[in-house]
């Protein structure tokens, strides 16, 4: 049913659209159709807006969360099944630990050396104290490798070194020497060019007492080598023919180390048994000789022998006095 003129006057009105009373009806009516376009468009507009903005807002959103590290969805979804995890081992649904494998113990020492030790090791007796005379034979015999190995003795002290008069040192010629060809240097001004050049071509290095001076620079390079000259070695002196023969014939130094043991060269392999037992007999009466007066008691805890790379042998401290 077509609206009369006065109600098109009041619907222009409720618009808020300004009409001449006086215009026509169809005149009227366009005003009011105008009006109602325009404001579609208004709408459509704002609606277009407000998803343009939403759909910018996610897609910030979007990359604020990427960008985040800890908080990008697949750090979140992590985060849940971690999360969840918790939350059913809690409850007791989580399934049960599994156990951890067996650890496998270490072999023993012995069993990890090689095939021709654990063959000369089977010739000594496990916690037997041979007579110092029977481990001397038994050094000789297992030994295996190929050159002409070093029979050594380790003297365990009663001894603290960290205590000056309990520091045992000296020096002694062994009787049958120490089976190694010593090359023995001189101190002196050509010798000193040599150690300038980083030069180190002898075994024992002797000097007189006023030359001592000028060795005292080279002290870092030669003392960590155990070259340089001592009284107590007897490479300091005045007779320097006696030392150097000294030198040859077989002098050995010895020093208990931190824990209290001596470790000593006493000759070679190829020695005979009466030659070893010579040079091990005055090394322990060296080591006796030197005993500190506060010590009391045992001065001796333990003595070993072995060869280079081979087995250790226990020496009864009943067959050394």
């Given amino acids: 049913m077509a609206k009369t003129k006065k109600e098109l006057l009041e619907e222009a009105t409720a618009l808020g659209i300004e009409v001449d009373p006086k215009s026509k009806l169809a005149e009227i009516k366009q005003q009011i159709e105008t009006h109602g376009e325009a404001a579609g468009d208004t709408e459509n507009e704002a609606v277009s807006n407000e998803e343009t903005t939403e759909e910018t807002s996610e897609e910030s959103a979007e990359v604020k969360t990427a960008k985040a590290g800890k908080r ?32 496998t113990p270490t072999r023993p020492r ?51 070194p960290r205590h000056a008069d309990q520091n045992v040192r000296d020096s002694l010629v062994l009787p049958a020497g120490t089976g190694k060809k010593v090359k023995v240097a001189v101190a002196s001004d050509e010798l000193l060019a040599k150690l300038d050049k980083g030069t180190i071509d002898f075994d024992v290095l002797v000097a007189t007492p006023d030359f001592m001076p000028k060795l005292g620079k ?79 008691g045992n001065y001796f805890k333990a003595i070993h022998l072995t060869t280079t790379m081979g087995p250790s042998i226990s020496v009864d401290l009943a067959s050394t006095n």
């Fill in 218 to 296: 080279y002290a870092r390079v030669l003392g960590p080598r155990g070259l340089m000259p001592n009284p107590k070695s007897g490479t300091v002196t005045t007779d320097v023919d006696k030392a150097i023969a000294e030198a040859q014939a077989g002098r050995v130094e010895y020093r208990v180390d931190t824990t209290g043991i001596i470790h000593l060269g006493v000759g070679k392999v190829s020695f005979t048994s009466t030659q070893l037992l010579q040079n091990s007999q005055a090394v322990l009466t060296s080591v006796k000789t030197n005993k500190p007066q506060s010590v009391k």
């Fill in 110 to 160: 012995s069993e990890r050396r090689g095939k021709q030790f654990r063959k000369r090791a089977e010739l000594i007796e496990k916690d037997k104290h041979y007579s110092l005379a029977e481990a001397l034979d038994l050094a000789q015999k297992s030994s295996y490798v190929k050159f002409d190995a070093t029979v050594e003795m380790h003297i365990n002290l009663d001894v603290d």
């Fill in 72 to 103: 990008s969805a697949k750090a979140l979804a992590e985060a849940g099944e971690k999360q969840a995890k918790e939350e059913r081992k809690a409850s007791g649904e989580e399934a049960e630990v599994k156990p951890k494998p067996p650890v």
